[in-house]
Structures are given as structure tokens and as C-alpha cells.
């Protein structure tokens, strides 16, 4: 028995496959983690930039005399989302609301809050779907 323990420890024939094994699944992991965090940015800078688009639409739609209620703006918001920066359309939450403080007198001010869920990639180590939420305001001629 003693013989054929010595001759096991200095046989090296399968000692690649066994630390490919156990270094598998940490490399598998943060490969994964590092595809998270980019997702999330990712979607960080869509929402940036879709408030932006919104912003641009309702300025727009009032210099020209138009006006546009809270719900058309956010359903617009959402609706751009969906079509532009291929964000899904149930997982895409836009929030439109008059500023409780109105700062400049003839503006009015509204808050644009988007939160949008992505989909998490690690959901075998217990990390679920996670929210990004951005929020901007926009001033508009009062009416």
C-alpha cells in the first residue's frame, strides 16, 4: 500500500486537468462578473442619453407651441427606449413629474427618473437582475 502511494504522488499525468477543474468555474465566474459590470454601464449610459433625447423632444415640442402632458412624455421616453437604444420595453420604467419647488418664475420645471432592469448573467451564484435608475430635470416655458 505504502508503494503505491509514493508511486501516485510522483505521477503527473492528470495533475493539468485537475487544476484546470478547480481554476474553471473562479475564471468562469469573474468572466461573468466583468460581463455584469459592463451591462450595467452600459445600460447606465443608454439611460444618460436617452433623458437627453427626451429633454431635446419636450424643448422642441414647446418652442413650438405644443404642449405635452407628463404621461405622453414618459410614454414618448419609453417608446424611444425601446426603438433607439434596444432596451426592453417591460424592463424600461420612465417617471415624469412637475418639481415640487418651481426655482425660475415662466419655466416650468419637470423631473425625468428612468429605471430600466437588466438581466443578471450570474444568477447561478445568487446575484439577480438589477436596476439602474437615472434622473434629470427639464425646463420648459410654462404655459
Same mark, same amino acid.
Given at each position: 500500500?505504502?508503494?503505491?502511494?509514493?508511486?501516485?504522488?510522483?505521477?503527473?499525468?492528470?495533475?493539468?486537468?485537475?487544476?484546470?477543474?478547480?481554476?474553471?468555474?473562479?475564471?468562469?465566474?469573474?468572466?461573468?462578473?466583468?460581463?455584469?459590470?459592463?451591462?450595467?454601464?452600459?445600460? #447606465?449610459?443608454?439611460?444618460?442619453?436617452?433623458?437627453?433625447?427626451?429633454?431635446?423632444?419636450?424643448?422642441?415640442? #414647446?418652442?413650438?407651441?405644443?404642449?405635452?402632458?407628463?404621461? %405622453?412624455?414618459?410614454?414618448?421616453?419609453? %417608446?424611444?427606449?425601446?426603438?433607439?437604444?434596444?432596451?426592453? #420595453?417591460d424592463d424600461l420604467v420612465p417617471d415624469v413629474s412637475d418639481a415640487a419647488n418651481q426655482q425660475i418664475a415662466g419655466v416650468t420645471e419637470k423631473t425625468l427618473t428612468l429605471t430600466y432592469t #437588466?438581466?443578471?448573467?450570474?444568477?447561478?451564484?445568487?446575484?439577480? %437582475?438589477?436596476?439602474?435608475?437615472?434622473?434629470?430635470?427639464?425646463?420648459?416655458?410654462?404655459?
Amino acid at each position: 500500500m505504502n508503494r503505491m502511494l509514493k508511486r501516485l504522488s510522483r505521477d503527473r499525468s492528470g495533475s493539468t486537468i485537475i487544476e484546470f477543474a478547480i481554476l474553471a468555474p473562479a475564471v468562469a465566474t469573474l468572466f461573468l462578473g466583468i460581463l455584469q459590470v459592463g451591462m450595467s454601464m452600459q445600460s #447606465y449610459n443608454a439611460l444618460r442619453s436617452l433623458a437627453a433625447d427626451t429633454g431635446r423632444y419636450v424643448a422642441v415640442k #414647446y418652442q413650438k407651441g405644443q404642449t405635452i402632458s407628463n404621461i %405622453d412624455i414618459a410614454l414618448w421616453a419609453k %417608446d424611444w427606449g425601446r426603438d433607439h437604444y434596444q432596451f426592453r #420595453y417591460d424592463d424600461l420604467v420612465p417617471d415624469v413629474s412637475d418639481a415640487a419647488n418651481q426655482q425660475i418664475a415662466g419655466v416650468t420645471e419637470k423631473t425625468l427618473t428612468l429605471t430600466y432592469t #437588466y438581466k443578471s448573467y450570474l444568477e447561478v451564484i445568487g446575484i439577480n %437582475d438589477a436596476n439602474v435608475t437615472f434622473a434629470r430635470p427639464i425646463f420648459v416655458k410654462a404655459t
